[in-house]
């Protein structure tokens, strides 16, 4: 069982930045992925950018360009800066781990929120 904690949210205002980190209580190598997702009010959660363990990003359309999600597998821990925050990116951020990320996420933390002010 791998735990993951998330930390780094707040309220920032427009065009700050952030940067949240997951923590794992297990090595992260294990997982073919690891992912951040967001939650909006009334929303579906949504994938904002995963990382592979070959380090390949990807990213969802809305933040590509503001969003770096890295990894650092000596502390188990994956980031997420957030650059050029708009008040559309004011969420509850999870993480998220996947050993197969085709069937699924296998292991999710509490999330953060983040909360941008116009």
């Known amino acids: 069982q791998v735990q993951l904690v998330e930390s780094g949210g707040g309220l920032v205002q427009a065009g700050g930045s952030l940067r949240l980190n997951c923590a794992a209580s297990?090595?992260?190598?294990?997982?073919?992925?690891m992912s951040w997702f967001r939650q909006a009010p009334g929303k579906q959660r949504e994938l904002v950018a995963t990382?592979?363990?070959?380090?390949?990003?990807n990213y969802a359309d809305s933040v590509k360009g503001r969003f770096t999600i890295s990894n650092e597998y000596a502390k188990n821990t994956v980031y997420l800066q957030m650059n050029s925050l708009k008040p559309e990116d004011t969420a509850v951020y999870y993480c998220?781990?996947?050993?197969?990320?085709?069937?699924?996420?296998?292991?999710w933390g509490q999330g953060t929120q983040v909360t941008v002010s116009s």
């Open positions: 297990g090595s992260i190598f294990n997982f073919n992925a």
């Open positions: 990382i592979t363990t070959g380090g390949t990003a």
């Open positions: 998220a781990a996947a050993y197969m990320p085709d069937t699924g996420y296998d292991y």
